[in-house]
């Protein structure tokens, strides 16, 4: 019973900061501040997803690149489409992270942090 507790404890927590850097995401794209926007939205995605794979693993993850292990564990709850975009967002991360000769898209950082905040939560709170 305790390791369920303790579990339990650590699901909320990340889901929790995944909300904390929701909201971080939004303040910066108000401020029309796309890289710190994307790159916390990202990270924002990373922990809701690494909280619902707790429920499945009881590990704690430490790599940025798990779209592929929360495909392989929640595809039929959450359908190819939804999984395939996860999966092109995470694979930004780095873009937002460095100076680079490619801007990032301000319509395309909005439209992907509206998919996160709907799936942090709608999608991922059924799910946990």
Known sequence: ??????????????????????????????????????FTAIHALELSIKAALITKTDESWKTHNIGGQ????FLEEIGDKTCRRINVIISKYNLPRYPSEKALNPQEVEEDIAFIKDFIEHQIFTIL
């Open 1 to 38: 019973m305790q390791r369920n507790k303790a579990a339990a404890k650590k699901i909320q927590n990340y889901y929790n900061l995944s909300l904390n850097y929701l909201e971080s995401a939004k303040i910066s794209l108000e401020k029309e501040l796309f890289e710190p926007a994307m």
């Open 70 to 73: 929360f495909g392989k564990y």
